[in-house]
């Protein structure tokens, strides 16, 4: 079994405690983050239940280290082939194994940035010409890769793939279907693990119906 891939996204022009990042190759870790704050940070700026100082410098080991400039695309080419080999065979072109992609960081880090875009990229992630703007995050350019593979092994090897899309939202420890009014869904398990009871999903064929499936669920989060 494979481990967990760390990557790491500068965000450009950061105004925080923090001073600038300093990333070095490591042999065995690909990456050595050193994180150092501007300033000694006050007793209670990070105070844990039982008052204890929070470390505010460290180095982390990583697996890569993305800097502030790189655009959405880059970002998103820097996963593409890891994700796409591991979604599809590469002998038969079958879809065959499941892959998570997730952005985890504190509240105005950009997890919803890079995943989604900014606020226009929210309501209209394509442009007049059918492709996908600048700025939109990797969701819907890991659709766009995912149609594209699909069609390549449809020409190449005879081979049918199926997308199905849901959208949920985990918000105050509890799970919604963001396309089906925000209903609540409860979690059951079987032999492959955990999964949510009767969540609405929708079967897709193109790139502009997952963009107004995005849309359409983003309406319906919590704000």
């Known amino acids: 079994m494979e481990r967990v891939q760390v990557v790491v996204r500068i965000k450009p022009g950061e105004d925080s405690v923090f001073g600038p990042a300093e990333a070095l190759p490591d042999a065995a870790a690909g990456y050595k983050l ?3 704050a501007h300033e000694e940070l006050q007793e209670d700026t990070w105070a844990r239940p039982r008052g204890e100082k929070r470390q505010s410098d460290g180095i982390f080991e990583v697996d890569d280290v993305l800097e502030g400039r790189m655009s959405q695309q880059e970002v ?5 082939e890891p994700i796409m080999r591991r979604v599809f065979h590469p002998e038969t072109g079958e879809a065959h194994f499941g892959v998570t992609l997730m952005a985890y960081g504190q509240t105005g880090s950009g997890k919803t940035f890079t995943m989604m875009g900014p606020e226009e990229c929210k309501l209209q992630p394509l442009g007049p010409d ?19 593979r699909i069609e390549s092994n449809r020409a190449e090897r005879g081979v049918k793939t199926t997308v199905s899309v ?20 409860k979690l059951a ?15 897709m064929s193109s790139l502009q119906q997952v963009a107004a499936v995005l849309v359409e669920g983003y309406g319906n989060v919590t704000l």
């Open 34 to 36: 050193t994180m150092k």
């Open 76 to 80: 998103w080419q820097c996963f593409e």
């Open 130 to 148: 059918g492709n996908i703007v600048p700025d939109a995050g990797i969701c819907l350019r890991l659709c766009n890769s995912l149609f594209q």
């Open 166 to 185: 849901g959208l949920l939202e985990l918000y105050d420890e509890k799970l919604f279907d963001l396309l089906n009014k925000r209903v609540p869904v």
């Open 189 to 203: 398990q079987n032999r492959a693990g955990y999964f949510p009871m009767e969540q609405q999903l929708r079967q």
